[in-house]
């Protein structure tokens, strides 16, 4: 880790720790509870780690050496990367020294063989420790013919030379030789490797002589061309090539494209959230939108499914509903689902159930009851189950689906409700000392709620797949996911449910509170209760992704990360 | 490329001074470029005592390129079509700046010696050599007593 980073990281810390003391927060005080003990299921079997370590921001790439010697290496620290053009140009170039220099090969040698490699210089390092050069080469499946030793010449600039191309007279300082062994002159290097870009041909640059197989090292491009457009069109495609052979990076899927790559730390083969320095969000392994807790596979069943059956979706998600005491109209006009109508009532817009104190909650899914005719039963048995098991899956995914959607539409809400925050919170800054930090703290806060939101709508995509008991065929969905049988398949679920529920309370009441007037936000009150509850959704947050990561994932499932917030009072110190 | 021009001179001198067996290639008086080309038919081969005629042209980027060749006397081959358009990897991918106006022509005799029907250009060639290949060789005989005298 660079030193600067580490400051940063430190600097972030210790803002949090100073604003705790200054504003002196009480986590257990009232309302807001933050208790260990609460978030730990006591019936639970599986368990997960509290001390679950919570990697990092999506790292923003140096061009310094050794940290992309560590970046190389390790894989815990950070699950993405976002790099830029020119970054991963040299980080390329790092790479290729860095197998070059330890294995005692060529550059281009070390290209080729990291280019079989599929750019995974680790395996190439540990294959070399354990069984040397002509172990690497075997796996490569590259004969020893290929890779010629890299060896200095003890030529004399000044001396005469013939190029066998042209069969001018030159200089030898005029003159480029390739690992190889052969030498032509500059000029015909020029002439041949600027062709070859110009036909597009500049991934597989062979040296010139007859039957050699050398490709030709970036270092000698960069001595031969000069021409600043011959040089941009190499560098794209070496760039392009890259990014193809190594199944860690991708191109960023903004349109129009923002030029940056984003580089997996884990295996590509698992969904990844990304954000990149351009603001785009996409899933690594899909590149469609973001869709953690749920899989790629799911999310393909689901968008099609809910396509099927749009139209008796679209009838449930209508935006108002009867309040269950009064009956008036009520518009559920902001993200949050606790609904307060005229007559006071307090409601849940999700269930119609009596919301009290905050702590409503009905996330789980109950298989309804229905009253089989008894009298005619033996007759008419057959026909009422497969019409009471039509309308249960109809109602198992209608539950499911109006949750995903509110909270889809809440986060569009409550984008809005940021925004006017924000808004406000400037004109305050103005008439209030400290009125910046708060500002970014409110933030912090937004986005964690904006978080939280994506999660508890895509966990209602996972939920729906991972604990069918409708007998439905799902496998092709459920990639990924463990195998669970029976009385373990409850458990998990039951687990899975508590989670969803704790959070989908903790980001209600979050909701809630960004909901308040400014004038009440700014108020030490109700600032620590915001703070407070943060501090609850990112904890049920972390809870939900490790029962995943530990229980319910093969692979495991990573953690979405918040967007880097460099507080703007600390960068102005 | 200003340097080009002495290699082909060079070549071109070696090409007259020294000829390969079987070879000749004299460039036109006009179109230093463009070459004449006599290829005899190889012993043992059934082009054998045939007289080929063919043109050669260096394009502007030689030897960067490879020369464009081609036969201009009719001949029965399974890797050269009616056009006299000739199916040689060193005039294609395999081309190598090093490789010379000499290697090409001694190549282009090397494939009269050894047709190769699995790569072909003239397709109902091939077959015919696949298929009857004695039948083949007599008709490329024939040919060559016909039209390459
Ligand atoms: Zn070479
Ligand atoms: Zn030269
Ligand atoms: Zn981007
Ligand atoms: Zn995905
Ligand atoms: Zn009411
Ligand atoms: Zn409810």
């Known amino acids: 880790m660079s030193q600067k980073r580490k400051n940063e990281e430190e600097m972030i810390d210790s803002s949090d720790e100073e604003f705790v003391e200054d504003d002196d927060i009480d986590l257990d005080e009232e309302d807001v509870e933050i208790d260990e003990d609460d978030i730990d299921d006591e019936d639970s079997v599986l368990s997960f780690d509290e001390n679950t370590p919570v990697s990092g921001n999506p790292k923003r790439a140096r061009h310094n050496e050794d940290e992309m010697f560590n970046t190389a290496v390790s894989s815990t620290e950070n699950d993405y990367m976002v790099w830029d053009y020119k970054d991963i140009i040299k980080k390329q170039q790092v790479e290729v020294e860095r197998v070059a220099e330890v294995l005692g090969i060529s550059n281009s040698s070390a290209r080729v063989l990291l280019r079989k490699f599929e750019w995974k210089s680790e395996n190439i390092m540990n294959t070399f420790f354990e069984k040397e050069l002509a172990g690497v080469l075997k796996q490569a499946n590259i004969t020893i013919d290929d890779i010629k030793m890299n060896q200095d010449e003890n030529e004399n600039a000044d001396d005469d030379y013939e190029c066998p191309l042209c069969l001018d007279d030159k200089k030898i300082s005029q003159t480029t030789r390739l690992p190889c062994g052969h030498r032509f002159c500059n000029d015909c290097w020029r002439y041949h490797i600027e062709l070859k870009i110009k036909e597009g041909q500049s991934r597989v640059m062979k040296c010139m002589a007859f039957k050699c197989l050398e490709a030709i090292d970036e270092s000698v491009v960069s001595k031969i061309v000069t021409d600043k457009h011959m040089r941009a069109m190499y560098e794209k495609s070496i760039v392009e090539s890259y990014i193809e052979d190594n199944k860690n990076i991708k191109w960023c899927t903004s349109t129009p494209s923002c030029g940056n790559c984003v580089q997996t730390n884990l295996p590509p083969s698992i969904p990844l959230d990304i954000r990149c320095y351009c603001s785009h969000e996409f899933c690594f392994k899909c590149t469609n939108h973001p869709h953690l807790p749920a899989t790629c596979e799911m999310m393909k069943g689901w968008l099609q499914k809910s396509q099927d059956d749009s139209e008796t979706a679209n009838y449930i998600v209508a935006n108002t509903k009867e309040c269950p005491k009064c009956g008036k109209v009520t518009e559920k006009s902001s993200g949050c689902n606790h609904m307060t109508c005229i007559c006071s009532y307090h409601w849940c817009w999700l269930c119609n159930g009596h919301f009290a104190d905050y702590q409503h909650s009905c996330g789980r899914y109950k298989t309804p009851t229905y009253s089989i005719d008894h009298n005619n039963a033996d007759v008419k048995r057959d026909e009422s189950v497969k019409v009471s098991n039509a309308r249960t899956l109809l109602e198992r995914y209608m539950h499911y689906f109006t949750r995903y959607k509110v909270h889809e539409d809440s986060r569009n809400k409550e984008k809005v409700t940021r925004d006017a925050i924000r808004e406000k919170m400037k004109v305050m800054a103005t008439l209030q000392r400290n009125a910046t930090f708060d500002i970014d703290k409110i933030e912090e806060s937004t986005e964690t709620l904006f978080r939280c939101r994506k999660t508890m709508q895509y966990a209602y995509v996972a939920g729906y797949y991972m604990f069918d008991d409708s007998g439905q065929d799902l496998t092709r969905y459920l990639v990924g996911v463990k195998k669970f049988k029976g009385q373990q398949k409850q458990l998990a679920q039951t687990i899975w449910e508590d989670n969803v529920e704790q959070l989908e309370m903790a980001v209600e009441s979050l909701s809630k509170l960004l909901e308040s007037p400014v004038e009440e936000i700014v108020q030490p009150d109700t600032k620590k209760n915001i703070m407070g509850s943060t501090v609850l959704v990112d904890k049920r947050l972390t809870a939900l992704y490790s029962i995943l990561n530990e229980e319910l994932m093969e692979e495991g499932c990573q953690l979405p990360k918040p967007r880097p917030v460099i507080p703007r009072t600390l960068l102005k110190k | ?149």
């Open chain 2, 1 to 149: 490329m200003s340097s080009l021009p002495r290699r082909i001179f060079k070549e071109t001198q070696k090409l007259i001074t020294e000829p390969p067996p079987g070879i000749s290639a004299t460039p036109h008086e006009d179109n230093l470029r463009h070459f004449k080309v006599i290829i005899t038919g190889p012993a043992t081969s059934p082009y054998e005592n045939g007289i080929f005629n063919l043109e050669l042209f260096l394009p502007d980027n030689y030897p960067m390129v490879p020369p464009k060749v081609r036969f201009l006397t009719k001949i029965y081959h399974p890797n050269i079509d009616r056009l006299g358009r000739i199916c040689l990897d060193i005039l294609k991918d395999k081309w190598s700046p090093a490789l010379q106006i000499r290697t090409v022509l001694l190549s282009i005799q090397a494939l009269l010696s050894s047709p190769n029907p699995d790569d072909p250009l003239a397709n109902d060639v091939a077959e015919h050599w696949k298929k009857d290949e004695n039948g083949a060789i007599a008709k490329a005989r024939e040919w060559t007593q016909t039209h390459a005298k």
